[in-house]
């Protein structure tokens, strides 16, 4: 009998091998999005590079971060094998394509004009009438302005092209989120009045997104790690040194 426990045991632990073999490892992805994620000098940064570290190293995780155009990472996530991608607005149309850790950020939307230019809007309606509103490709922005039945948008690959094309008159206004703007107008080589905000009109809460073929497993353990991250003051912590001013999501 001893030896037949043995056996057995001996066929399950290679069997438990050959499926963890066989399951990929978890890929994380994100995109240059400062102050909330972004590469320098090679190394990554930001309040969601902050907390998915944090959750990672109360897992004994260590998984690299790839950094790379959002179009092409929202296209990798829709895949099967496991995969993160953050930090992603959680809205209605993505709700289903997606698992999802979180929130860990408030995103807030924004119209921008070329300063002094006397541009003024009242309401959205304002905006659906002009020449042309730049978005980012398959950002929830342009998600959002689409739904509400936009058909004026003007689709950019980043944001840095946006605000380029939106100085060069290629389109009155640029749809955008408001936290990342002045790093992002840094990073162009432009002054932070550059721009100027005409209207303002949403927020969204920002999640780590996960494929449909991340293990549930695997989202519980990440949703439960930031939980306690939250109950211990560590995410309130991370969230205040890279946004002072903001509150944090619940």
């Given at each position: 009998?001893?030896?037949?426990?043995?056996?057995?045991?001996?066929?399950?632990?290679?069997?438990?091998?050959?499926?963890?073999?066989?399951?990929?490892?978890l890929?994380l992805?994100?995109?240059?999005?400062?102050p909330i994620?972004?590469s320098?000098?090679?190394?990554?940064r930001?309040?969601?590079?902050?907390?998915v570290r944090?959750?990672?190293?109360?897992?004994?995780?260590?998984?690299?971060?790839?950094?790379m155009?959002?179009?092409?990472?929202?296209r990798?996530?829709?895949?099967?094998?496991?995969?993160?991608?953050f930090?992603?607005a959680?809205?209605?149309?993505r709700?289903?394509?997606?698992?999802?850790?979180?929130?860990?950020v408030?995103?807030?939307?924004?119209?921008?004009?070329?300063?002094?230019?006397?541009?003024?809007?009242r309401?959205?309606d304002?905006?659906?009438?002009?020449e042309g509103?730049?978005?980012?490709?398959?950002?929830?922005?342009?998600?959002?302005?689409?739904?509400?039945?936009?058909?004026?948008?003007v689709?950019v690959s980043?944001?840095?092209q946006g605000?380029r094309m939106?100085?060069a008159?290629?389109?009155?206004?640029?749809?955008?989120?408001?936290?990342?703007?002045?790093?992002?107008?840094a990073?162009a080589?432009?002054a932070?009045?550059?721009?100027?905000?005409?209207?303002?009109?949403a927020?969204?809460?920002?999640?780590i997104?996960?494929?449909?073929?991340?293990p549930?497993?695997?989202i519980?353990?990440?949703?439960q790690q930031?939980?306690?991250?939250?109950?211990?003051?560590?995410?309130?912590?991370?969230?205040?040194?890279?946004?002072?001013d903001?509150?944090?999501?619940?």
């Amino acid at each position: 009998m001893a030896y037949l426990s043995r056996y057995v045991g001996l066929i399950m632990a290679l069997l438990l091998g050959v499926a963890h073999a066989q399951t990929p490892a978890l890929r994380l992805m994100s995109e240059e999005f400062p102050p909330i994620n972004f590469s320098q000098d090679g190394e990554a940064r930001g309040l969601a590079v902050d907390m998915v570290r944090e959750i990672q190293r109360r897992l004994g995780q260590q998984q690299a971060i790839e950094f790379m155009p959002w179009a092409r990472a929202f296209r990798d996530l829709q895949g099967q094998a496991p995969a993160a991608l953050f930090a992603m607005a959680r809205t209605p149309e993505r709700e289903r394509q997606f698992k999802w850790v979180g929130p860990i950020v408030l995103f807030y939307s924004a119209l921008y004009a070329p300063a002094g230019g006397g541009v003024r809007l009242r309401s959205l309606d304002d905006a659906k009438k002009a020449e042309g509103v730049l978005v980012v490709r398959d950002w929830y922005v342009s998600e959002h302005l689409s739904a509400q039945g936009f058909r004026n948008l003007v689709r950019v690959s980043d944001p840095t092209q946006g605000i380029r094309m939106l100085l060069a008159r290629r389109a009155p206004l640029f749809a955008t989120e408001r936290i990342s703007m002045p790093e992002t107008l840094a990073q162009a080589g432009l002054a932070e009045d550059a721009l100027e905000i005409v209207y303002s009109y949403a927020s969204a809460e920002g999640y780590i997104a996960f494929s449909r073929g991340t293990p549930d497993a695997v989202i519980k353990a990440w949703q439960q790690q930031l939980d306690r991250m939250k109950r211990d003051g560590s995410f309130q912590t991370i969230y205040k040194r890279w946004l002072p001013d903001d509150s944090p999501p619940g």
